[in-house]
């Protein structure tokens, strides 16, 4: 079974500027979750999705958004980058959402550079 | 969800079991224990996880101490592609939310 998958896996970007990043999530899956992490912060979650809806979000200011469609694939999108958002943004997905479901399956991740 | 306390670095030799250890004193009765690892540069990977009993996969066993305050991931024969850091995350079994806490995790070095 195909894991998840990340695109682009590798962008540069010039600061002001926006970025949209992709995810499809393992087949079957129908949450799916954003981290972004960076040498200084560790790994740190930014935001779920859920039959197209935002279940949970992190402490992250309101540049950083996200959607969902109906297919489970997930795009989260980065307003007016700054040179603190050069970081490893990875998508992870799970079956359902709600009680005992740790269990998430990571992508590859897309390494983000903002010059 | 309880604060987890690990090491920041262990070696173990190639072949040898690497035992992980991970301290959460404050985990309460309906928290799991879920382990993660990322190797350099890829997305983290599940390994296991467990609430009381003792479990066993085809990657690790997990062993969590009878008052659960502590456990210990074993890789029963360390490998060069084990080299990774491992996180363990207490996560609450009846909270809906989908957000894995990192912490700094162990930074494993298997040496040959």
């Known amino acids: 079974k195909a894991g998840v998958t990340q695109t682009p896996r590798y962008l540069i970007k010039t600061r002001g500027q926006q970025v949209t990043l992709s995810c499809s999530p393992i087949?079957?899956?129908?949450?799916v979750s954003w981290y972004q992490q960076t040498p200084g912060q560790g790994l740190q979650f930014l935001f779920e999705?859920?039959?197209?809806?935002?279940?949970n979000k992190g402490n992250f200011p309101g540049r950083f958004s996200g959607r969902q469609f109906s297919n489970s694939r997930s795009e989260m999108n980065v307003s007016t980058l700054e040179l603190g958002d050069s970081a490893l943004y990875l998508c992870?997905?799970?079956?359902?959402?709600?009680?005992?479901?740790?269990?998430?399956?990571f992508g590859p991740g897309t390494r983000l550079t903002v010059t | 969800d309880a604060k987890t306390t690990q090491p920041p670095s262990m070696d173990c030799a190639e072949g040898r079991a690497a035992n992980l250890p991970c301290n959460h004193s404050?985990?309460?009765?309906?928290?799991?224990v879920y382990w993660y690892r990322q190797i350099h540069s890829q997305g983290p990977q599940y390994i296991i996880h467990?609430?009381?009993n003792n479990e066993t996969n085809e990657m690790a066993s997990l062993i969590i101490t009878e008052d659960r305050k502590s456990s210990t991931l074993i890789l029963p024969h360390a490998t060069l592609r084990d080299t990774a850091v491992y996180y363990c995350?207490?996560?609450?079994?009846?909270?809906?939310?989908?957000?894995?806490?990192f912490g700094k995790g162990t930074k494993l070095s298997v040496k040959p």
């Open positions: 992870a997905s799970r079956r359902g959402h709600g009680r005992g479901m740790g269990e998430q399956y």
């Open positions: 404050t985990i309460s009765g309906n928290e799991y």
């Open positions: 087949s079957g899956h129908r949450s």
């Open positions: 999705y859920f039959s197209e809806t935002q279940r």
């Open positions: 467990g609430l009381k």
């Open positions: 995350i207490a996560l609450n079994y009846g909270g809906s939310q989908g957000n894995l806490i």
